[in-house]
DNA sequence: ATAGGTGCAAACAGTTTGCATGTAT
DNA sequence: ATACATGCAAACTGTTTGCACCTAT
């Protein structure tokens, strides 16, 4: 039985509002400003539960610390811009993506991640060399 | 300049001789039969030479510790049996990729990760409830 | 001889956990 | 009143780094 509380009504509040996955220091930066004496345990444990009660995904790029997303949205994958670290969701899905699963394998989940530059940093050409 | 070391050396065979991708532990463990005194440090400082040089490619699953492939192999995306845990490759790709990609964004790299059950567990309905 | 590689242990980052306290029920 | 949530700090895992030592060149 859930208990309702400050912290708790912060992490949700963050989480539901949200537009792109967050990692857990940024939910706790966001969830300070409602809760401020909250630590990062706090937060951790709210995810987990999240997470097996189904109601979170991790989400995670090459190299970078996890994210999260709530779950029930529709199908979608992700780009990640290489230039300003900015997710974007892709919406919908490939269609032959099982023609690449040889036979006998059963195919439960999958995730297809683009790494690229996103509209606004592929304008900037200066910023491409930015290390 | 690189040095010939016999850590370096059982590093590479480690790495040119396995047919799925190793996490750095793997390969330590590995590597300590050609050079048992060897610690951690000196994978991930030849590991990270490797990914400067372009010669390694992280392959990360999704709460899993990061695992790590040559490059120059033909285009290939994983399979993760959630049953075993064994990581397979899929040769090719798939067809329209690039769909879901809006207008204005450049990709340069994907990723494409499949999760289910390898013909052998597929094939082992008790151990399907395992865990 | 010397630059560079190595092992060890300490340092780090991200995440989890134990425990005493605080609080919603 | 009591069970559960919290905060803090310690523990843990995976990775990096500093330093004295060793070794291929």
Redesign the pocket.
Known sequence: ????????EAISRVLENCRAPL???EILARAKVL?P??????V?????RWLQEGKLTPVEFAGE??RYETTGRAHHHHFLCRECGEVFELPGCVAGLHSIVPAGFVPRQHEITIYGACPHCANQPENTHAD
């Not at 951790?44 to 987990?48: A, D």
């Open positions: 039985m859930m208990r309702r509380t400050k912290q708790g990692s857990a220091v809760a004496e909250m630590g990062v345990a706090t951790y444990r709210h995810l987990n610390t996890c």
